[in-house]
Each structure stands twice: as C-alpha cells, then as structure tokens.
C-alpha cells in the first residue's frame, strides 16, 4: 500500500506566506506527476498545481505568480509554496499522486492524502 502525508496548514492572514508538504510512503517503485488539489466549503474539488518527475509544473491560473510547486524525487515528497495569500485560498489543500507500487505487477495507484486545512482570515 501507499500512503500520502499532508503537514503545513494553519490559519494566516491575508498576504502572509505557508508552505504545504506531502510525503509519499509505502511499496513505492516510482512516482510520476504528483499535485496539490484543494476544495473550499460548497465548491468542488479543484487542480491548484502538478508537477511531473522530470519537473514540469501547471498551475491553476488563480494561483500562477503566487504559489510554487516543488518535489524531492529522492525524498518522495512534494511542496506547495503559497505567497500572498488571500481568503479566496481557504479551503481543504489535498495531495495526489501517482505512483507504481513496487510488486511484481508494477499496479498503477492515484492516491490521495486526507488533506490539509489551510484557513486565510484576518
């Protein structure tokens, strides 16, 4: 089995800073894209950044210039630096990722962490 472990959120007022990460665990042969998704209270769950294992990065356009992703290939854990953050940001920050187990079947895994809450108030 694989798991993923969210650590870093909290509650902050507009315009500081937090940095999310994700590490992966478990029966792992390879990662390839990891990714930070987040849902806000009555919305749906939506992309906020992927990464691919050469580097690769996608943002969601209302985070570009703001937040950065990042990922340690040898640590298996992923990053979201988050700049300037606004209330529009509250909400449940999820990781994703997806990942070969190492079996002899090199099963293909999305996992996803249990999230982490990141709360923007003054």
């Known amino acids: 089995q694989v798991q993923l472990v969210e650590s870093g959120g909290g509650l902050v007022q507009p315009g500081e800073s937090l940095r999310l990460n994700c590490t992966a665990s478990g029966s792992i042969f390879t990662i390839n894209t990891m990714g930070w998704y987040r849902q806000a209270p009555g919305k749906q769950r939506e992309l906020v950044a992927t990464i691919t294992k050469r580097g690769s990065t996608n943002y969601a356009d209302s985070v570009k210039g703001r937040f950065t992703i990042s990922r340690d290939n040898a640590k298996n854990t992923v990053y979201l630096q988050m700049n300037s953050l606004n209330p529009e940001d509250t909400a449940v920050y999820h990781c994703?990722?997806?990942?070969?187990?190492?079996?002899?079947?090199?099963?293909?895994?999305?996992?996803w962490g249990q999230g982490t809450l990141v709360t923007v108030s003054s």
């Open positions: 994703n990722a997806g990942v070969r187990e190492a079996t002899s079947s090199l099963r293909y895994l999305e996992v």
